[in-house]
Antibody, heavy 119, light 107 residues
Framework: EVQLLESGGGLVQPGASLRLSCAAS????????MSWVRQAPGKGLEWVST????????SYADSVKGRFTISRDSSKNTLHLLMKGLRAEDTAVYYC????????????WGQGTLVTVSS | DIQMTQSPSSLSASVGDRVTIACQAS??????LNWYQQKPGRAPKLLIY???HLKSGVPSRFSGSGSATHFTLTISSLQPEDMATYYC?????????FGQGTKVEIK
């Protein structure tokens, strides 16, 4: 059974940094692309970033490019999202997502972790 | 970026009704279109991928169709557990983009 467990969310001030983690199990982590998708309170879904199975390829939404860094540790089956220069508009639930064989199809989602950026 | 527009934004239907949700892409995305279901307070779930392929375990009352820029999600006989918000999403080009969502309520 695929399981994705996010951690690291919380309340931070504007300009702060935060690192989200996602512990993955139930599938061969090192071969699957992984993504982060966020959802602002009461709003729709927004793709944030994707990393290839080997970790050699990454892509980002323009809204986070240059501030967020996605990475993975296949020895620990863990996905990370390092967020710097946080803004109020980054406030959202962040979901860790397993991509299907083809990247861009999000076939399993974690329960999400809330990031609140506020002074 | 490819814009995804869903209609309607919300609907209310009775149990047993046939429900149709439309999704329009701003550019031709061939069949690179997925549908997700999100129940209140829960994470989204993949329902349909590649326009019409049902994910394993999804009830057969759900179906998808379309191509290029116009797509449809159909629930053939609405059930109480289908109350949720439904999102379409394209993966033809990065950034992957979602529709704004369609909230389905039960009368």
């Amino acid at each position: 059974e695929v399981q994705l467990l996010e951690s690291g969310g919380g309340l931070v001030q504007p300009g702060a940094s935060l690192r989200l983690s996602c512990a993955a199990s139930g599938f061969t982590f090192s071969t699957q692309a992984m993504s982060w998708v966020r959802q602002a309170p009461g709003k729709g879904l927004e793709w944030v970033s994707t990393i290839s199975g080997r970790g050699s390829g990454t892509s980002y939404a323009d809204s986070v490019k240059g501030r967020f860094t996605i990475s993975r540790d296949s020895s620990k089956n863990t996905l990370h999202l390092l967020m710097k220069g946080l803004r109020a508009e980054d406030t959202a639930v962040y979901y860790c997502v397993k991509d299907q064989t083809v990247a861009g199809t999000f076939d399993f989602w974690g329960q999400g972790t809330l990031v609140t950026v506020s002074s | 970026d490819i814009q995804m527009t869903q209609s309607p934004s919300s609907l209310s239907a009775s149990v047993g009704d046939r429900v149709t949700i439309a999704c329009q892409a701003s550019h031709d995305i061939t069949n690179y279109l997925n549908w997700y279901q999100q129940k209140p307070g829960r994470a989204p779930k993949l329902l349909i991928y590649d326009t019409y392929h049902l994910k394993s375990g999804v009830p057969s009352r759900f179906s998808g169709s379309g191509s290029a820029t116009h797509f449809t999600l159909t629930i053939s006989s609405l059930q109480p557990e289908d109350m949720a918000t439904y999102y379409c999403q394209q993966y033809d080009n990065v950034p992957w983009t979602f529709g704004q969502g369609t909230k389905v309520e039960i009368k």
